[in-house]
């Protein structure tokens, strides 16, 4: 202490630092260590070059002042000529040669060496310090301890670096222009390069799902740990941006001349014929931004609803994006009044997005503006612990595979936000777990392909679900859609028959639809509710594959319409019309070619066959009661088809002159060990009845048909 406190007096003598080293050692027998001290970067660069020692370490207290924050050591290399930037590397004031003072660090590196404190410092000051300390190889992190204001747009290649803003502000007032349609023209852009080596190869053999050996056209140019894109030509008779494949990827083997093995398994087959497309990349690798919140440039009104030209894509701003980037993580990033994603990813693969947010955004309809995070052509991401306030989307994953989203929060989604999305650009294995918001999966248009494979969601609430694309193997557990009054009043879930599987879901409105039809696994809806609206459409026209319902409740089953012509079977499930037999509800118009009901009840509903296809209704062991505004439990409409209806164990009450069961032309009845109370039936003369084992119990048997027809046989009428 006493030595440093004679040297900074001699400072402020004004002697040269060589005059005023100060020996520390106690002994002759220890070496004499020296160290000059300076108070500010003013007094440090005001000594003459001349005078000062080759090697001679300085420890600076401060920039401007001691203990502002900017404190470190440097060391005085007589040969550099090293462009100054004002705070790794000074030069002495008015030194024309050789000379120059470069900070000792261990990696770490602060924006408060180039004097910066805050947003008040000279415009651009905090650009030209980035720009020095990224483009620094020495410099392995970047901390940020003061507010930041950043006015252009930088682009970088380099690997192996942290950037912590310490939770400060960092605004972009009067930010450079962007160019048009540039969601990477972030504040700072990290760009893998992208070489010159490239191959096609035409597949000679179908590449099946889940294979991870590639073919291509000359191994040799591959080596084991080289990055390359991969993509496959657009489909045949698709949309023109509709490929299945897009992909950055790593050598892991090299298996014969004309086939590589990488770390990734492909999500859709490819057919013989089709041409992949490889490009080498080397990738910019462990690029972590972290700790900030950022306030987008504005202004923040104009067009509404999306319309064009707008401005603000010019002059919006947003913090950070990559393009063939490896283990690039994201981390308590938090935006607001950004127009481009927040955190924008194409060509990304082993990435972390977690902890950050976006709030109120300038547009939600503007296409791509309005984002936290959007992922294109992605692989192995992780997007957990994020919100969004009043955004367009959460999440965005685009041509995208592996990845995880989970406990991500989307709110003030009224204006059709969908916190969670995908484009349908064939996406496959995702997974949403613990999330709540709108969510729209596979639903950007016919362009991209509109199709998803292997898409797992748990763990869910939103009041506005739609998955009905081409969506194959769609999981859903614990899925609840919960009515709305400023969105979607019907709470709307709509799912797609290939492969789907839900389990322990609740929604209002509900449908089945189907769009597509590659799943081995069956059609399963386990366990769930649904509150259905008067008059919905429950299973839709399209529907061919065969959906089966297992213990799930159904309220509101009031002039329910099933339309598609799929087998449809309903497992010990419970429908409820109409409780008051004064409003009775309509029964359930059914157009399926086999419906089976197996045990469960219909309460004040029934079904009603319509005819418009052969049709048969197998019912076991259900129970059946009440009335319906047909007049019957179970009867046909008018269409051409004949329809059967098959009873077993059944048992059918109607209340008052409710019809059983009311059939016409050739129609026919079959009735095994089901007991019929009250009510009447409805059946033509010419309906071939076969009843067995029943038990009637004060049944009109006036419309009971008779002749070689009808056989009755061991059945009991009370």
């Known amino acids: 202490m006493g030595a440093l406190t004679a040297t900074a007096f001699a400072l402020s003598t004004g002697l040269a ?20 001290v300076a108070t500010s970067v003013a007094q440090l660069m005001g000594w003459r070059a001349k005078k000062i020692d080759d090697g001679t370490v300085v420890q600076l207290l401060g920039h401007a002042t001691p203990g502002d924050g900017a404190a470190r050591l440097v060391r005085f290399d007589a040969k550099s000529t090293a462009a100054a930037n ?28 180039f004097g910066i404190f805050g947003t008040d410092a000279p415009t651009g000051s905090a650009d030209e310090a980035l720009d020095a300390l990224v483009d620094d190889p020495t410099v392995s992190r970047i901390e940020a ?16 670096l942290e950037l912590d803003f310490g939770g400060r502000t960092i605004t972009t007032e009067g930010i450079e222009r962007n160019s048009h349609d540039n969601p990477f023209g972030a504040v700072m852009f990290f760009q893998g390069t992208v070489t010159d080596v490239t191959q096609q190869r035409t597949l000679a053999e179908t590449m099946p799902d889940q294979r991870d050996v590639f073919e291509v056209a000359d191994s040799s140019a591959f080596a084991v740990g080289d990055w390359w894109t991969v993509q496959v030509d657009p489909r045949p008779g698709g949309g023109r941006d509709e490929r299945e494949l897009q992909r950055l990827v790593q050598v892991t083997e090299v298996v014969d001349a004309a086939h590589v093995r990488v770390d990734y398994r492909n999500g859709w087959e490819l057919a ?38 707008d401005d603000r894509e010019h002059t919006g701003s947003h913090p950070v994006a990559y393009e063939f980037a490896v283990r690039c993580d994201v981390s308590d990033v938090h935006g607001s009044r950004t127009w481009w994603p927040v955190i924008m990813r194409r060509w990304n693969t082993f990435f972390a997005t977690e902890r950050c947010s976006v709030a109120n955004p300038p547009t939600v309809f503007y296409g791509g503006a309005g984002y936290l995070t959007q992922q294109i052509y992605c692989l192995y991401g992780r997007i957990a612990d994020c919100r969004s306030h009043n955004a367009r989307h959460l999440n965005d994953l685009t041509a995208s595979a592996y990845c ?43 362009q991209w392909g509109i199709s998803a494979k292997r898409i797992t969601v748990k763990g869910h609430v939103a009041s506005w679900f739609t998955v009905s694309t081409q ?13 709305r009054s400023t969105f979607d009043q ?18 209002s409105f509900f449908a089945v639809a189907q769009r597509s039809s590659l799943s081995k696994r069956p059609n399963v809806i386990e366990d769930c509710h649904f509150s259905l609206p008067v008059g919905s459409v429950l299973h839709q026209t399209p529907v061919a594959n065969p959906v089966h319902f297992v213990r799930t409740g159904f309220t509101g089953f009031d002039g329910t319409v099933l339309r598609g012509a799929g087998p449809v079977t309903f497992t010990d499930c419970t429908f409820v019309g109409s409780t008051d037999e004064a409003a009775p509800a309509a029964p359930a118009l059914v157009g399926s070619a086999d419906v089976t009901i197996s045990g469960g009840t219909l309460t004040g509903t029934g079904i009603r066959l319509s005819g418009v296809r052969d049709q048969r209704l197998t019912v076991r062991g259900a129970k059946i009661s009440g009335t319906t505004t047909a007049g019957a439990l179970v009867s046909r409409a008018a269409g051409p088809g ?77």
């Not at 106690?26 to 260590?33: F, I, Y």
């Open 17 to 36: 630092p060589s005059a005023l080293a100060a020996p520390l050692g106690r002994n002759k027998d220890e070496p004499d260590d020296e160290l000059t």
């Open 86 to 113: 004002g705070g790794t590397v000074l030069a002495p004031i008015g030194a024309a040669g050789p000379g120059r003072w470069h900070t000792l660090h261990t990696g770490t590196a602060d924006f408060r060496w």
């Open 145 to 160: 301890h003061t507010d930041l204001n950043f006015v252009r747009r930088h682009t970088y290649t380099r690997s192996h």
């Open 272 to 309: 013989p014929g089709r041409v992949l497309e490889w490009r080498k990349v080397v990738p910019v690798e462990q690029v972590h931004v972290r700790n900030m919140t950022f306030i987008g440039a504005g202004p923040y009104d104009g067009p509404l609803n999306g319309e064009l030209p």
């Open 404 to 446: 995880l989203v989970e406990n991500c929060h989307g709110d003030g989604d009224d204006q059709g936000g969908n916190p969670f999305t995908t484009h349908g650009q064939y996406e496959h294995d995702l997974v949403f777990q613990g999330n709540s918001g709108l969510m729209d999966i596979a639903n950007s248009g016919a």
């Open 471 to 483: 969506i194959t193997d769609l999981t859903l557990e614990d899925v609840h859609v919960v009515a």
């Open 490 to 507: 019907q709470g709307s879930l709509t799912v797609n028959a290939d492969g789907v599987q839900m389990r322990g879901c609740t929604a």
């Open 642 to 718: 004949t329809v059967q209806v098959d009873l077993r164990g059944a048992t059918l009450a109607a209340s008052g002159t409710t019809a059983h069961v009311a059939l016409a032309g050739t129609d026919a009845l079959t009735a095994v060990g089901t007991r019929f109370s009250g009510g009447r039936y409805d059946l033509a003369p010419t309906t071939r009845v076969l009843q067995s084992g029943c038990v009637e119990q004060g049944v009109d048997r006036t419309g009971f048909p008779e002749g070689d027809h009808v056989l009755v046989t061991d059945s009991l009428a009370l």
